[in-house]
């Protein structure tokens, strides 16, 4: 069985990736930046973990030794410690990428965005794709996933929904098909044992906004309102960003400002519920509160 190194792994969908592997019966080595990060994994037998920081080229030393399959998820939402996106979705992969080169790593599957090519000037697509092309001039045989959001995504319309109130751009009828973490991880590995090179997927139900911010106001049990903001505003809160931010504060907005102005319906895929998933992560909010 082919060993696999997930990078990633303490992340929303990594974690899901690590269990599919696992459940599979592939032997897993699991990259975490620190020790305590291990007891994310006490339901699962990892057999190895690599202690490292992805920016940081010398503590990944033979962390691809006797790999051969790399995943990599790893990437972050706000930029944050100094560091950018560059810095780590694009630089860090890289740091990964050297090493599977040295080792002689057979297959390096990266997870980046569906829709990139529409927003070539956002920061943190600018990072994910330059480090696209990087892995395909590799010469390692390559497969690159491109989601729709994750559930973890649409939590944004849980949180607004809390309050009564949900905001959206424009008339609400944009339509998306966000997957569970769960599904998307059967997906991956699916598409590694199957040799595919790149993939767009999706959750199995398209909704519209107006659609998820009534299932989110339906998951607190009220009756809220939705109140339309006209698309023009956008330009404006991005000009206002760019000019009196820097790029670590506007990038996630300019990102969630961006990808709500059109429709990101990818390939259908999966089987979980998104209103399943809202009703536990209201449960556990509740829990956290008392």
Request: glycine share 8%.
């Amino acid at each position: 069985m082919k060993k696999v190194l997930v990078a990633g792994g303490t992340g929303y969908l990594g974690g899901f990736v690590v269990r599919e592997f696992k459940k599979r019966g592939y032997p897993v080595r699991v990259l975490i930046r620190k020790e305590d990060q291990k007891e994310k994994f006490t339901d699962v037998d990892v057999d190895e973990f690599f202690l490292g920081d992805i920016t940081k080229p010398d503590t990944l030393k033979n962390i691809t030794a006797g790999i051969d399959l790399v995943f990599s998820s790893v990437g972050i939402t706000r930029q944050k410690d100094g560091m950018t996106y560059m810095d780590v979705d694009y630089q860090g992969n890289v740091n990964i990428l050297n090493e599977a080169l040295k080792t002689g790593v057979k297959h390096f599957t990266y997870v980046s965005v569906f829709n990139a090519y529409k927003f070539p000037n956002l920061k943190i697509i600018q990072a994910k794709e330059k480090f696209v092309k990087e892995l395909k001039n590799s010469g390692i045989r390559s497969c690159i996933i491109r989601p729709t959001g994750f559930f973890n995504d649409m939590k944004e319309f849980l949180m607004m929904a809390k309050s009564g109130k949900v905001f959206l751009l424009g008339d609400g009828n944009y339509k998306l098909n966000p997957v569970s973490g769960r599904d998307l991880a059967e997906f991956c590995v699916n598409s590694i044992e199957n040799n595919l090179h790149e993939v767009e997927v999706g959750g199995p139900v398209i909704y519209t906004q107006n659609e998820l911010a009534e299932i989110a106001f339906k998951a607190w049990n009220i009756k809220g309102k939705i109140i339309h903001i006209p698309v023009f505003f956008r330009n404006v809160i991005l000009f206002l960003l760019r000019t009196f931010t820097s790029s670590k504060f506007y990038g996630p907005i300019e990102f969630f400002l961006s990808v709500a102005t059109i429709d990101n319906v990818a390939p259908q895929y999966g089987k979980e519920n998104l209103e399943e998933f809202f009703k536990k992560e209201i449960k556990k909010y509740k829990n956290s509160v008392l």
